[in-house]
C-alpha cells in the first residue's frame, strides 16, 4: 500500500537541476515477458547549481533494478538507495556517467504510460512523466540530452524497429532476433522519448524543404489500414510546407515518421521525429470519413508536427509551463485549419469549443489559470485551459502586436532559444523584445483564472457628432483568486452605418481616420473609447472574430442583431449576431407556446437568413 500523502507541487519552489545528462545510451531487449533497458547516461554536475557534489536523486517507477555502475564501477546495495520511486547514488566527480539495467513489463503495462504492448507491437507514452517508468532517470524537461537507442527484438514478429532521430545501423543478431540503432542529434527532454517495435506496413512520400534538403516521410500503420493513410500524408506535406511560409521553420531530420497505435491515451504525441497517434487521428479514407473526420486528421498531424519547433527544439523548462508549447502549438494549428479551409467557420468551430466546454471549466471547481502555481499530479492538467485558452492568448498577442509583428516575435523566441528549456515568461519577452511592446499587464492572462465579462454600452451625440463606447469588465471569483485585476482585452471593432458600410474610425485626439476595423485595448476597470465625425448614430460590430475570450455584452436590439447578420463585413460576428437572433426568436416560441398562443416565426430571422443565403460573393463553408 502507498501511504504517502499525495504532494502538492509549487512553480515558486523550481530549481535548476543538480545535475545534467549530456548523452543518453539506451539499448531495449524486448521479448515476451519481460523487456530489459540497458541505459548508459553521460552525465556532470549542472554548474548554475554552485559548488560540491550533492545526492544524485534518480527518477524511477516501477523498474526492477538489475544493476548499476557509477564512472564504471558497480554498485553494491549498501553504495545506493532505492525506494518506489527514486534511485540515489553519490557521484565522486563533476563528470561520470551512470550505468543501469531495469527489468520491466511492457506486456502487462495497461497504464498505456512508458513503455507497453498495444495489439501485438511494442510503444511508448512518456509526456509527461512515463520515461521514468522505462528507466532511472532526471525525468523533467529541462534535463536535455542527445540520445542513442538500440532496439533489439525477435525479427519475425517485430521486422519495424524505430526510434527518435535518424537511422544509423541495423542488422541480423542471434536466435531469429534483429537490432536497429537509431540516432537523435537534438537535444530533448526524455518526455519526447519513443520506441516503436512491431508488424508495420508503411506509407512513403518524401518533402524538399526550403533549403531543398530531401526529407522522407512514413506513416507505419498496421496492414491491413495501409489503405487509409493517404490523406495524413497528405495533410503533413502540407503542414511542412504551412510551417517554412507561416513561421519560416524547417524540418531538421532526414526522417520524419508517423505511427498509428491503437491503444492510445491522448489524441497523439509530438515524439521528436517519431509522431504516435491514436488510429483515430490517422485513418480516413474518402469513401468512409465525414469531412470533419478528414479535417480533424489533419489539424492533428499539423499540431504534432509543428511541435517540432514550438514544444522541442524550444521545450518547457517545467509543467506548469506547459501552455508554453500546447497553447502556441494549438494557435499555429488553429492558423493552418484556417488556412486550409475557411478560416471563418474554423475560428467559428473553435469559438464555439470554447464557450461550450473551456468557459464551463473556467466557471467550475476545476478553474485554474492558463499557467496554474501548483498542482498534485501534472497529467490533471492537460485541460482546455491550458490548450484551447492558452491559444487565445497567443492569439491576442497576435492580435495586438499585429501579424508582422508576431511573426519577428516568434523569430526572435526560436533564434533565442533553440535547444532551451524555456517559461511562459521568456516567450512574452521575445514578444516585448521584437516589438519594443510592453506586455506585463497582458501577463496576468496566464496568472488569473476566470472568464472575464465585459459589458459594454454607447452614447451618440448628434450635435457633436461624436459616439462613444463604455467598457466595464469583471471577473468573477475562481477557486485560486476572489479579487482580480483588470486584464488586456484587445477589443477589434467596427462602426457600421445605416447602409451597413463600415465607418472610417477616427478616435478623440487623433489625427486623421483610419481604417474601418481597428482594434482598441481595454485595459481599466471601466474605460471609455469616443469616435468622432461620426455623422448618424452607427450600429457597432464588437469583438469581431472573437478577439478576446470574454463574454460581451451590449444590448442589441432583434432589428440590430438582423442588420449585422446581413451587413457585419466580419464573418464571425455575421454568425454570433444570427446565434443571438435565433435563439431570442426560439425563446419568444416557446413563451407563445407555453401561453396556448399559435406560433408566429419572427420574419426577421427568415429575412436576414435570406440575405445571407442568396449573397454568393460570401465565404460558401460560412454562408
Ligand atoms: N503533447 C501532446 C499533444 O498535445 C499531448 O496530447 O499533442
Ligand atoms: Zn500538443
Redesign the pocket.
Known sequence: MRTEQPKMIYLKDYQAPDYLIDETHLTFELFEDHSLVHAQLVMRRNPERGAGLPPLVLDGQQLELLSVNLADQPLTDADYQLTDSHLTVQPKSETFTLDTTVKIHPETNTALEGLYKSSGMFCTQC?AEGFRKITYYLDRPDVMSVFTTTVIAEQHSYPVLLSNGNPIASGPGEDGRHWATWEDPFKKPAYLFALVAGDLWCVEDSFTTMTNREVALRIYVEPENIDKCQHAMTSLKKSMRWDEETYGREYDLDIFMIVAVNDFN?????NKGLNIFNSSAVLARAETATDAAHQRVEAIVA??YF?NWS?NRVTCRDWFQLSL??GF?VFRDSGFSADMNSATVKRIQDVAYLRTHQFAEDAGPMAHAVRPDSFIEISNF?TLTV?EKGSEVVGMIHTLLGAEGFRKGSDLYFDRHDGQAVTCDDFIKAMEDANGADLSQFKRWYSQAGTPRLAVSEAYDAAAKTYSLTFRQSCPPTPDKVEKLPFVIPVALGLLDGQGAGIALRLTGEATAGDTSRVISVTEAEQTFTFVDIAEKPLPSLLRGFSAPVKLSFPYSRDQLMFLMQHDSDGFNRWDAGQQLAVQVLQELIGQHQAGQPLKLDQRLIDALRTVLSDERLDQAMV
Not at 491522448?266 to 509530438?270: K, L, Q, S, T, V
Open positions: 509526456e491522448m489524441g497523439a504525441m509530438e499540431h504534432e511541435h514544444g508549447k500546447e502549438t492537460y490548450y
